[in-house]
């Protein structure tokens, strides 16, 4: 297993925790259905990659640069996708507009397909 790996996935299941709980709690009588659906969906994806991330440790111990591309992918594509749909999710109660940030969204699913695509690779070249 790798130690940065888990670190990183550990890191970002304790944010993933935070602001579901924001979200239900917090956000839900600020924001629209639809806001509120947009940042479920930053948590949810959240989630996700971060399982994916810990199962990706599993391969670490190969030494494999898969690996090494996975997990950036992965941390890339948790801050550029989820990370977006926060910010546009709150931009009513923030004041931020997006304006062309909001092509960071599609490129974070991007980062999530290639981060797939790499664990894929990698499972293939396991012996």
């Known amino acids: 297993m790798n130690k940065k790996i888990i670190l990183t996935a550990a890191v970002f299941g304790i944010i993933a925790v935070i602001f579901g709980a924001f979200g239900?709690?917090?956000?839900?009588?600020?924001?629209?259905?639809?806001?509120?659906?947009?940042?479920?969906?930053g948590v949810t994806y959240q989630f996700y990659h971060t399982l994916a991330l810990l199962y990706l440790s599993t391969f670490a111990r190969y030494k494999n640069n898969l690996i090494n591309i996975g997990y950036f992918c992965f941390v890339a594509g948790i801050i550029c996708f989820s990370g977006s749909l926060y910010v546009l999710a709150t931009r009513s109660i923030t004041g931020?507009?997006?304006?062309?940030?909001?092509?960071?969204?599609?490129?974070?699913?991007?980062?999530?397909?290639?981060?797939?695509?790499?664990?894929?690779?990698?499972?293939?070249?396991?012996?």
């Open 96 to 127: 931020i507009e997006m304006g062309q940030l909001g092509l960071i969204t599609p490129i974070g699913g991007l980062f999530f397909i290639l981060g797939w695509l790499m664990l894929f690779l990698a499972a293939l070249k396991d012996k």
């Open 24 to 41: 239900a709690h917090t956000l839900k009588d600020q924001l629209s259905s639809s806001e509120l659906s947009t940042w479920d969906k």
